[in-house]
């Protein structure tokens, strides 16, 4: 009897330790997110904007498979303005990665094989070196794939980090990535994903035809637009984001920059709930919302009365003259007690829905019988595959980026050798080499062009900005290519 006692004093102590241990370890895995269980495999939803994927609502942590291919589109900015767009997913900003804390990420990241360039992925949700950067570098026609463990519940942006970084950011590679906490965040009735981004083109605003990327401009951080998601009109007319009266919307809003901080409003709404740069702290009433560049804000408001409401930078000339505007249409019904006035709507016009065209990737000639074309036209049809192909390193004067794009112009390598160099352009180049006395050690992806395009691209070379006019023949390019 005594014995029975004991043993059953025992199986209590014990249980009550085990317990005082459970409780314990939870309370740790709270402390410390690094420790969440793992529990089963899923494929990410991707968004483009503005939608987002579906809330990760009260799921367990799970490796998280993302995919996602980086794409070089030419698009439109505005009316009759086309601009080469780098983009995460083919969208700007980027597909829209929802995950929640403690889940394993498994990135895997494609550069198309008809790219240009290298690029590679640093997200501000990820704990370890360059933020992925350091594992995710990809050549085009190529991937690659790394892990991390979302440590911090919040929204974070995420960009390219390549050199020169402020140019691939400036094209339109960044995007959102939110990691919701255990249990995910609060229903709401709509959400949304906007991100700002400022860009930087040779015209002016408004000047027709494909604008090329800006360098000078974006150094002085003169931005010719300052949009949401993309373009001018993403968010207008017929592309509004909408909402009936009575709902709480959230908009997970983003800036991608590369440069300018946004003051972000909605005309007519407060917005009753903002995670403050995306983190917890949760600000209530609030009018304007800053959002630094490379930052983000969760922005939640109850919509009372119907209407068009206008989201913009209330660095206002960046609304009405470049761009950042955009529009939230509610329906249904009226509600005197709230507001009384006259409804005005479409006071600010919309710039009328642009339509975002995919590149013509076929544009490949046929090399049978050619005819070497004269001078002039190889000029003409050089310059052209110079301002698609080789602009974006080489710059638009063949002056280079220091430290990072070696010049074509005056380029003492360039002229000492024009089989070396139609070798390059066949090939692409890494290893160190030194232009007019300057090292440079980086990469130069293989360009997907025909010999004639070649031809025609080197010969506008040799022919421009004070190098010594070798005319490339279309039989030296075939020469070089089956010497290989
Ligand atoms: C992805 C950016 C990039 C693009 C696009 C690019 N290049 Fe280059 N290019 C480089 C880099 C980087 C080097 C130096 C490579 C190294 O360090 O080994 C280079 C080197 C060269 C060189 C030899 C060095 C010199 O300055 O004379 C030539 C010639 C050249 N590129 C021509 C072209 C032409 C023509 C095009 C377009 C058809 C082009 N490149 C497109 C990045 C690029
Ligand atoms: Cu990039």
């Given at each position: 009897?005594?014995?029975?006692?004991?043993?059953?004093?025992?199986?209590?102590?014990?249980?009550?330790?085990?317990?005082?241990?459970?409780?314990?370890?939870k309370?740790?895995?709270?402390?410390?997110?690094?420790?969440?269980?793992?529990?089963?495999?899923?494929?990410?939803?991707?968004?483009?904007?503005?939608?987002?994927?579906?809330?990760?609502?009260?799921?367990?942590?799970?490796?998280l498979?993302?995919?996602?291919?980086?794409?070089?589109?030419e698009?439109?900015?505005?009316?009759?303005?086309?601009?080469?767009?780098?983009?995460?997913?083919?969208?700007?900003?980027?597909?829209?990665?929802?995950?929640?804390?403690?889940?394993?990420?498994?990135?895997?990241?494609?550069?198309?094989?008809?790219?240009?360039?290298?690029?590679?992925?640093?997200?501000?949700?990820?704990?370890?070196?360059?933020?992925?950067?350091?594992?995710?570098?990809?050549?085009?026609?190529?991937?690659?794939?790394?892990?991390?463990?979302?440590?911090n519940?919040?929204?974070?942006?995420?960009?390219?980090?390549?050199?020169?970084?402020?140019?691939?950011?400036?094209?339109?590679?960044?995007?959102?990535?939110?990691v919701?906490?255990?249990?995910?965040?609060?229903?709401?009735?709509?959400?949304?994903?906007?991100?700002?981004?400022?860009?930087?083109?040779?015209?002016?605003?408004?000047?027709?035809?494909?604008?090329?990327?800006?360098?000078?401009?974006?150094?002085?951080?003169?931005?010719?637009?300052?949009?949401?998601?993309?373009?001018?009109?993403?968010?207008?007319?017929?592309?509004?984001?909408?909402?009936?009266?009575?709902?709480?919307?959230?908009?997970?809003?983003?800036?991608?920059?590369?440069?300018?901080?946004?003051?972000?409003?909605?005309?007519?709404?407060?917005?009753?709930?903002?995670?403050?740069?995306g983190?917890?702290?949760?600000?209530?009433?609030?009018?304007?919302?800053?959002?630094?560049?490379?930052?983000?804000?969760?922005?939640?408001?109850?919509?009372?009365?119907?209407?068009?409401?206008?989201?913009?930078?209330?660095?206002?000339?960046?609304?009405?003259?470049?761009?950042?505007?955009?529009?939230?249409?509610?329906?249904?019904e009226?509600?005197?007690?709230?507001?009384?006035?006259?409804?005005?709507?479409?006071?600010?016009?919309?710039?009328?829905?642009?339509?975002?065209?995919?590149?013509?990737?076929?544009?490949?000639?046929?090399?049978?019988?050619?005819?070497?074309?004269?001078?002039?036209?190889?000029?003409?049809?050089?310059?052209?595959?110079?301002?698609?192909?080789?602009?974006?390193?080489?710059?638009?004067?063949?002056q280079?980026?220091?430290?990072?794009?070696?010049?074509?112009?005056?380029?003492?390598?360039?002229?000492?050798?024009?089989?070396?160099?139609?070798?390059?352009?066949?090939?692409?180049?890494?290893?160190?080499?030194?232009?007019?006395?300057?090292?440079?050690?980086?990469?130069m992806?293989?360009?997907?062009?025909?010999?004639?395009?070649?031809?025609?691209?080197?010969?506008?070379?040799?022919?421009?900005?004070?190098?010594?006019?070798?005319?490339?023949?279309?039989?030296s390019?075939?020469?070089?290519?089956?010497?290989?």
């Amino acid at each position: 009897m005594n014995s029975l006692k004991s043993i059953c004093l025992l199986i209590l102590v014990s249980l009550l330790l085990t317990n005082c241990k459970n409780k314990e370890s939870k309370e740790l895995a709270i402390l410390d997110t690094a420790d969440i269980y793992i529990k089963g495999t899923m494929e990410a939803e991707l968004t483009a904007p503005p939608f987002v994927p579906a809330p990760v609502g009260d799921r367990t942590a799970k490796k998280l498979l993302v995919n996602m291919e980086i794409i070089e589109k030419e698009g439109t900015m505005t009316d009759g303005v086309q601009y080469v767009y780098w983009t995460f997913g083919g969208s700007v900003p980027g597909s829209f990665i929802r995950t929640r804390v403690g889940d394993l990420v498994e990135f895997t990241l494609s550069n198309h094989p008809d790219n240009k360039l290298p690029h590679n992925i640093d997200m501000h949700a990820v704990t370890g070196p360059g933020g992925g950067a350091e594992s995710s570098f990809v050549a085009p026609g190529h991937s690659k794939t790394f892990s991390f463990k979302a440590l911090n519940p919040g929204l974070y942006v995420y960009h390219c980090a390549t050199a020169p970084v402020g140019m691939h950011i400036a094209n339109g590679m960044y995007g959102l990535i939110l990691v919701e906490p255990a249990g995910g965040l609060p229903k709401v009735d709509k959400e949304y994903y906007i991100m700002q981004g400022d860009f930087y083109t040779k015209g002016a605003n408004g000047e027709k035809g494909l604008q090329p990327f800006d360098m000078t401009k974006a150094i002085k951080e003169d931005a010719d637009y300052v949009v949401f998601n993309g373009k001018v009109g993403a968010l207008t007319g017929d592309n509004a984001i909408t909402a009936n009266v009575g709902e709480t919307v959230r908009l997970f809003v983003g800036n991608g920059g590369p440069n300018l901080t946004s003051s972000f409003h909605v005309i007519g709404e407060i917005f009753d709930k903002v995670n403050v740069e995306g983190g917890d702290l949760i600000n209530t009433n609030v009018q304007t919302t800053s959002i630094p560049s490379g930052g983000a804000a969760i922005v939640e408001f109850k919509v009372e009365v119907p209407g068009t409401f206008i989201l913009v930078d209330h660095a206002i000339f960046r609304a009405f003259n470049k761009g950042a505007l955009g529009m939230l249409k509610v329906t249904g019904e009226e509600n005197k007690k709230l507001y009384s006035g006259v409804k005005q709507e479409g006071i600010y016009h919309p710039e009328g829905g642009t339509i975002q065209t995919m590149p013509d990737t076929n544009k490949k000639e046929v090399v049978a019988n050619v005819v070497e074309k004269t001078l002039a036209q190889k000029l003409v049809d050089g310059k052209n595959v110079y301002m698609k192909t080789c602009f974006a390193c080489h710059q638009s004067e063949g002056q280079g980026i220091p430290n990072a794009f070696p010049p074509l112009a005056k380029s003492d390598y360039l002229n000492a050798d024009v089989k070396r160099a139609i070798g390059i352009v066949l090939n692409g180049k890494t290893g160190e080499i030194t232009v007019n006395g300057n090292k440079y050690n980086s990469v130069m992806t293989k360009q997907t062009l025909t010999d004639v395009q070649v031809a025609d691209v080197m010969t506008y070379v040799y022919n421009s900005w004070g190098n010594n006019k070798t005319n490339v023949t279309v039989k030296s390019v075939n020469e070089v290519k089956n010497s290989n």
